[in-house]
């Protein structure tokens, strides 16, 4: 096992990964910009390094500096967390090439699922099932629209470095291809230094439904059910829940062997996500892989009752994985809880936290680095706390999601609170009737 883990990552994560460190005996070594010489990371780590200015480029996401307080503090094995370099092959490169252990996959499969045309063609090869369209790339608008023709219109262009929704457009008709090709290659080439387009066929009303993997180094997979994330906003989840409202047993069986197909094609070691569209008729088609710990892992940690990034850290070790796949046994939901304005188009709100009170009692969990006193600085993502609750049923789920949001008390700055409780009353989220446009349509009323 490892001696001294060192957390490449700031907030909510950091302190995440401290204490399971601090469960399994190893010791921490936290990184921080300047603007995060108070946050509790810094102060539960065993260690802790300044590493630069606040701009992540000078900071969290420069690979010399990351390297030299490992080096400084001599740690075995760094942690990415989510975000930052987390899915950075060169950084997973760099950490092999010192005899670090980069906790997450080889440098060779980040690169694989981070094309998206690779990833997908690696897919096909496993008999995972991917939307229909163009053979790889699409070398220009007349090959394009041709492919679109035979596919069908509404198509969707999509950037091969792409993800997050960047450079990706839907065409409705042939005559409006030119001129959505020429947006997204731009956008493309100016978002990632690479205007690698492909195409495919539009899935309508498709919910974002995805299968927690992990894989040993000694070539076992296996995965931990779903979560759907379909409530999303700009392509940033809001709330994510497991097990999905709209999962059958037979579709998990079907998406969970495919999810783990995809894992064993590549060797995959570590923790993953494999996600899928799922269309009304509940056909699923792979979307992406993300190789790495997600924002929303603790939804899944309830409803199977594991501590994923120990499992990470144990997998990373070379530990050999004993359980088997796992079926939800409870409902789990999480609010993810941004100091955005919901009255103001979700408008970021940093500042100082005058009051903070957070929710408690049976089957509710809140995973934050904030404090009463802390400044939520303006160069970082805006997400403070994450609201977890956990029942039996989706609908005591619901409830007391209800009662958790309304014993949370944050004052000083605007959070995303009050759209959550109007989330929690609509009626179509508790119909479980939504997809990944439910954000396009959502009213919020008045302040009330
Ligand atoms: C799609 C799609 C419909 N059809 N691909 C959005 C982000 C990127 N990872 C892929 N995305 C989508 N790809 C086809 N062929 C719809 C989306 C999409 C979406 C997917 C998941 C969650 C929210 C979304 C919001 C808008 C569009």
Known sequence: ???????????????????????MDILTVAVYSTADKDSLHVRFADEAVCIGPPASADSYLSIPKIMAAVEITNADAVHPGYGFLAENADF??????????????????????????????????????????????VKDV??????????????????????GGKGMRIVKSEDKFEEMWDSARKEAKSSFGNDGIYVEKFVEEPRHIEIQIIGDQHGKVIHLSERD?????????????????????????????????????????GVGTVEFLVDKYRKFYFMEMNTRIQVEH?????????????????????????GENYIPQLH?????????????GFRPSPGKIESFHSSKGHGVRVDTHVYAGYTVPPYYDSMIAKLICKAQTR??????????????????????????????????????NFDTSFMDTFRLNERD
């Open 395 to 432: 609908q005591e789920c619901i409830t007391k999601m209800r009662r958790a949001l309304n014993e949370f008390i944050i004052e000083g700055i605007k959070t995303t609170i009050p759209f959550h409780k109007q989330l929690m009353e609509d009626k179509n989220f508790i119909e479980g």
């Open 229 to 269: 994330c379909s409530i999303q906003r700009r392509h940033q989840k809001l709330v994510e829940e497991s097990p999905s409202p709209f999962m059958t047993d037979e579709l998990r069986e079907e998406m969970g062997k495919a999810a783990i197909r995809a894992g064993e094609c590549i060797n995959y070691e």
């Open 298 to 322: 603790p939804v899944t940690e309830e409803v199977i009752d594991h501590d994923l990034i120990k499992e990470q850290i144990k997998v990373a070790a070379g530990e050999k994985l004993t």
């Open 92 to 137: 997973a490169e760099v950490c092999q090439q010192y005899g670090i252990k980069f906790i997450g996959p080889t440098p060779e499969m980040i690169r694989k699922m981070g094309d998206k045309v690779t990833a997908k063609e690696t897919m096909i090869k496993a008999g995972v099932p991917v939307v229909p369209g163009s053979d790889g790339l």
């Open 1 to 23: 096992m490892f001696n001294k883990i060192l957390i490449a990552n700031r907030g909510e994560i950091a302190l995440r990964i401290i204490r399971t460190c601090k469960e």
């Open 332 to 344: 789990a939901i999480e609010c993810r809880i941004n100091a955005e304005d919901p009255y103001n």
């Open 142 to 163: 007349k090959e394009g629209q041709k492919i679109s023709k035979e596919i069908g219109y509404p198509v969707m262009i999509k950037a091969t470095a792409g993800g």
